[in-house]
């Protein structure tokens, strides 16, 4: 597999379409990382590492509205390995007029686009969701 990201988005989104209340995929810290940023931002309701056997699992709850729409309407990989997307403290993009957010991977680690903004930090443009 070339962008294990990529592939987490893919799971996220199909499962959302078909209403799964959670999904398991391998571990690993960049993936866990994306993960605990979304649940920090509200996208997502949980996300933990799973023991199995040698080899850990990465178990993440989706979240749904009461009328059991989804909370991720649109989720998009930005940067891919063959083409990376570097933004500078400067050029940090608003996402959907602010409703929606970016994240970045910087020197801070993972954060959102708001949290790079206010920290002033640039770095790898990594998705976009609303």
Same mark, same amino acid.
């Given at each position: 597999?070339?962008?294990?990201?990529?592939?987490?988005?893919? !799971?996220?989104?199909?499962?959302?379409?078909?209403?799964?209340?959670? =999904?398991? %995929?391998?571990?690993?810290? %960049?993936?866990?990382?994306?993960?605990?940023?979304?649940?920090?931002?509200?996208?997502?309701?949980?996300?933990? #590492?799973?023991?199995?056997?040698?080899?850990?699992?990465?178990?993440?709850?989706?979240?749904? !509205?009461?009328?059991?729409?989804?909370?991720?309407?649109?989720?998009?990989?930005?940067?891919?390995?063959?083409? !990376?997307?570097?933004?500078?403290?400067?050029?940090?993009?608003?996402? %959907?007029? @602010?409703?929606?957010?970016?994240? =970045?991977?910087?020197?801070? @680690?993972?954060?959102?686009?708001?949290?790079?903004? #206010?920290?002033?930090?640039? @770095?790898? %443009?990594?998705?976009?969701?609303?």
């Amino acid at each position: 597999m070339t962008d294990p990201i990529a592939d987490m988005l893919t !799971r996220i989104r199909n499962s959302s379409a078909v209403r799964k209340s959670e =999904i398991v %995929l391998p571990y690993s810290n %960049l993936k866990f990382e994306v993960a605990r940023v979304l649940v920090d931002e509200n996208y997502l309701s949980k996300v933990e #590492k799973v023991e199995d056997g040698n080899k850990p699992k990465l178990k993440i709850v989706l979240k749904y !509205r009461s009328n059991g729409k989804p909370y991720i309407k649109h989720i998009k990989r930005l940067s891919s390995p063959s083409k !990376r997307v570097y933004v500078s403290k400067e050029t940090i993009p608003y996402v %959907l007029n @602010g409703y929606g957010i970016a994240l =970045i991977s910087s020197s801070q @680690g993972i954060v959102s686009n708001k949290i790079a903004r #206010k920290t002033k930090v640039g @770095g790898e %443009l990594l998705l976009e969701i609303w």
